[in-house]
T-cell receptor, first 112, second 116 residues
């Protein structure tokens, strides 16, 4: 079975600082990778997805992620954090079927 | 708005009650999912339906009973729940395959369930 590991259950950054949320995947085949964001008492909203078209993927709200096969990583970054970025972030991988595997989530706090 | 609608948004029920959660999507997806999200725990996949057929039951207790009458609707019937079943229940849908770049799951807003 595939899996993703998110390093760091809590990340705090200052407003305007770089955001880096880490995700490593285990997959024996080229994966479909995703980052989702969840605000309190809401569902998960897609930030961006990797589907092998390009290794650097741009998403909504200024986020981007880079697929690095050699490191089996798909880290999420944003150059400058905004207060509205405070939320829970989930990395996920999909196999060639219908199964999605989610990481345990990273809670991002933005300090004013 | 993701195109996946869950009702109700909040539900409080006693341990002897019977209630149902509803999920509806009109995105043309044929795969639908129920997830349970408890505080301090990872997202737990409960059930997967593919073209109305259940393809995954992740060792979910029988007090949770899913129903998928068609590709657009998914229900989760609840009976004799326990307080530890209190959680956010999320419905999602996706294309059954990954062709054409249609790979992601779309989530509803969730139902916040409290069992008293």
């Amino acid at each position: 079975a595939q899996s993703v590991t998110q390093l760091g259950s809590h990340v705090s950054v200052s407003e305007g600082a770089l955001v880096l949320l880490r995700c490593n995947y285990s997959s024996s085949v080229p994966p479909y990778l995703f980052w989702y964001v969840q605000y309190p008492n809401q569902g998960l909203q897609l930030l961006l997805k990797y589907t092998s078209a390009a290794t650097l993927v741009k998403g909504i709200n200024g986020f981007e992620a880079e697929f690095k096969k050699s490191e089996t990583s798909f880290h999420l970054t944003k150059p400058s954090a905004h207060m509205s970025d405070a939320a829970e972030y989930f990395c996920a991988v999909r196999d060639t079927g219908n199964q999605f595997y989610f990481g345990t989530g990273t809670s991002l706090t933005v300090i004013p | 708005e993701t195109g996946v609608t869950q009702t109700p948004r909040h539900l409080v029920m006693g341990m002897t009650n019977k209630k149902s959660l509803k999920c509806e999507q009109h995105l043309g997806h044929n795969a639908m999912y129920w997830y349970k999200q408890s505080a301090k725990k990872p997202l737990e996949l409960m059930f997967v339906y593919n073209f109305k057929e259940q393809t995954e039951n992740n060792s979910v207790p029988s007090r949770f009973s899913p129903e998928c009458p068609n590709s657009s609707h998914l229900f989760l019937h609840l009976h004799t729940l326990q307080p530890e079943d209190s959680a956010l229940y999320l419905c999602a849908s996706s294309h059954p395959g990954t062709g054409g770049g249609n790979t992601e799951a779309f989530f509803g807003q969730g139902t916040r369930l409290t069992v008293v």
